[in-house]
Antibody, heavy 121, light 110 residues
Framework: EVQLVESGGGLVQPGGSLRLSCAASGFTFSTYWMTWVRQAPGKGLEWVAN????????YYVDSVRGRFTISRDNAKNSLYLQMNSLRAEDTAVYYCAREPSVEDCNWFDPWGQGTRVTVSS | QSVLTQPPSVSEAPRQRVTISCSGS????????VNWYQQLPGKAPKLLIY???LLPSEVSDRFSGSKSGTSASLAISGLQSEDEADYYC???????????FGGGTKLTVL
């Protein structure tokens, strides 16, 4: 069974740091793009960042560029999101998702269950 | 303000058909495939439609997707109470070099 399990969320003060992890199983992790998507309380989905199979390409939404770093360890089947200089507006549930593709089309499937990050003093 | 525009809410009676629109631009929908996701209350999102109009094998054929120019639509026929959820469209944006989502549409089955 393809499965993604996020961890590392919690309560952090503004300006603090947090590292999220996503453990993948049931598929060949090293052959897929991977992505992080977040959802603020009562709000819609917002894509955060994604990373190529070998880590050579990374893309970020403008609001986190320079503060967040996406990375992966293919030997450990794990995806990470290092979040620095956290702000109240980063408060959200963070989901990791696999990015399958065909031709030039990617999509997100499956999604993990999410991990909650709260930035507050 | 989302890059892709969806109606905030739609409602329809059971067994009827509803459509949800998603409007974008040439840098996203106009040049890239559209995907749709369903988010049931309190749950993680789930893939519903990919590559504009393709259904994952586990998704009911009551769901269908289409795209024309810079707009896309999700149609749900034979509405059931369990279809009550939030629906999101998404596409890659060539100008932003990132994925963009619609603001989401809340479906209520009357």
């Amino acid at each position: 069974e393809v499965q993604l399990v996020e961890s590392g969320g919690g309560l952090v003060q503004p300006g603090g740091s947090l590292r999220l992890s996503c453990a993948a199983s049931g598929f060949t992790f090293s052959t897929y793009w991977m992505t992080w998507v977040r959802q603020a309380p009562g709000k819609g989905l917002e894509w955060v960042a994604n990373i190529k199979q070998d880590g050579s390409e990374k893309y970020y939404v403008d609001s986190v560029r320079g503060r967040f770093t996406i990375s992966r360890d293919n030997a450990k089947n794990s995806l990470y999101l290092q979040m620095n200089s956290l702000r109240a507006e980063d408060t959200a549930v963070y989901y990791c998702a696999r990015e399958p593709s065909v031709e030039d089309c990617n999509w997100f499937d499956p999604w993990g269950q999410g991990t909650r990050v709260t930035v507050s003093s | 303000q989302s890059v892709l525009t969806q109606p905030p809410s739609v409602s329809e009676a059971p067994r009827q058909r509803v459509t949800i629109s998603c409007s974008g631009s040439s840098s996203n929908i106009g040049n890239n495939a559209v995907n749709w996701y369903q988010q049931l209350p309190g749950k993680a999102p789930k893939l519903l439609i990919y590559y504009d109009d393709l259904l994952p094998s586990e998704v009911s054929d009551r769901f269908s997707g289409s795209k024309s120019g810079t707009s896309a639509s999700l149609a749900i026929s034979g509405l059931q109470s369990e279809d009550e959820a939030d629906y999101y469209c998404a596409a890659w944006d060539d100008s932003l070099n990132g994925w963009v989502f619609g603001g989401g549409t809340k479906l209520t089955v009357l």
